[in-house]
């Protein structure tokens, strides 16, 4: 039997919520925040929609939104040390650098350079940027400085601690707290988002000795395939292991309370399913395969087979997901980055001692020494929210953004009853560029600037 097509009871979890079940949802989600100013309603044209319920002010916030579900792009993870709940950076500024240096002496090679801050620690020498002895072309040499190597030893002292740089406990982050599994691979910043994982999706997807899958082999497989192919299955894997747990807790809680009354009723297991599934239901959308765009170098003739080329990996992910934990029951900014504009910006008198230290790790680490932590994530309000080319907000994280969710700012004023819109792709591209950016979402941008573009 295809693992994908849908059955009962399943197949009542894979349809679309209706609208009046939609609303009711958000609006749920909507009065539970102190200062809600917004609604979602049903657009005709686009579906759901957010709308202002009150005036907002230019730079005012709109909303923050706690993700359902979320997981650290497996390339970014050497990168940046963060919470693998809440996404914060994690441990201190030396382990951040050390463990960007340490992947530079592995040999691994990720191009982030932005081209942005090329000046830097410039002394008015004009570097060039090698990456494995030769010219990236990433940018102009005069962009990029030289990477230099450090003397032995100095990594090693970044990450276990011995080495301490100057002024970088004013640069405070959380303590690392391993994970309740102890599986070594996830890590918090707080015994309480540590919990709140294992509860959530972690318990399942844990490679530990604590693990509560069915095979910790299977479920090593399963993250192989999704690091090899699409770590967007590890997503989905969390949103699947966070319905089973959710049904799991939702059962037992049912249980509980017709042991202690023999009156009350319960859920049913297609009701508590139901429920279990509803977050996730909520931003219901084309199946993956069926919606991602055609790559440049597949021609429309190709389409069919390149779909099924995606549906089949979905499905063998499936597989070894199910293999793994089924049983019968059913971009905050960089504080290695804030580090170095901070000494950058010190006294002259403070600075050149300084340098001494912290200059030659910087050189180390050349323009690659600022990357942001990130991944793919669901968030039920911010999914909510429509695209514009000249949208009138943003999501934007603040000096006091330091946790996971989605913080939405206005751009402009906001009039009461005025949807409220966000850019999906970079607004500066030209007509073609954005539409083109825009097809993985499956619709072509009519907003003001497009149709002005248009004509």
Known sequence: MDPLSPIDPISTLLAPPSSLQAQEYFD?????????????????????????????????????????????????KMDCLVCSFCFRFIGSVEIQIGRKLYLQQLGVSVNHSECDMEDMYSDGEDYSYEENGEDSGACSSSHLRKKVELPKGVVESLMNGDLKLPYSDRFPLPPTVPC????????????????????????????????????????????????????????????????????????????????????????????????????????????????????VDVESSGENAFRMQMRNLASTSLELLKAAIFDNDCEPSSPVEDYFLYINDLPSSEKKETEEMTRPIFEAL?????????????????????????????????????????????????????????????EDLTLEERQASLADYGFRCTCPKCLAEET
Not at 31 to 54: C, D, H, L, M, W
Not at 203 to 216: D, N
Not at 258 to 284: C, Y
């Open 28 to 76: 749920e989600l909507i009065s539970k925040r102190r200062n809600p100013g917004i609604k979602v309603k049903q657009n005709e044209a686009f579906g759901k929609g957010v709308y202002a319920e009150t005036e907002f002010k230019e730079g005012e916030l709109i909303l923050k939104d706690q993700m359902v579900v979320g997981a650290q792009h497996s390339s970014n």
């Open 180 to 295: 309740i599994g102890s599986c070594g691979e996830a890590y918090y910043c707080s015994k309480s988002c540590a919990q709140a994982d294992w509860e959530s999706c972690h318990s399942l997807l844990c490679t530990g000795e604590k693990s509560e899958s069915v095979s910790r082999e299977a479920l090593v497989e399963f993250i192989e395939h999704a690091n090899e192919t699409n770590d967007i299955f590890i997503v989905a894997a969390k949103a699947i292991s966070y319905t089973i747990l959710r049904y799991r807790k939702l059962k037992a809680t049912s249980l509980e309370e017709q042991r202690k009354d023999k009156n009350v009723s319960g859920f049913t297991v297609p009701a508590a399913l139901s429920e279990a599934w509803k977050p996730i239901s909520m931003g219901h959308k084309r199946r993956w395969w069926d919606c991602i765009a055609l790559p």
């Open 366 to 426: 050349g323009d690659d020494y600022s990357v942001s932590c990130e991944g793919s994530a669901f968030f039920p309000l911010q999914s909510c929210l429509n695209h514009s080319c000249c949208p009138n907000a943003k999501a934007f994280k603040r000096d006091e953004d330091k946790d996971g969710q989605a913080t939405i700012l206005a751009l402009k004023p906001i009039c009461k009853g005025e949807e409220i819109t966000i850019s999906y792709v970079d």
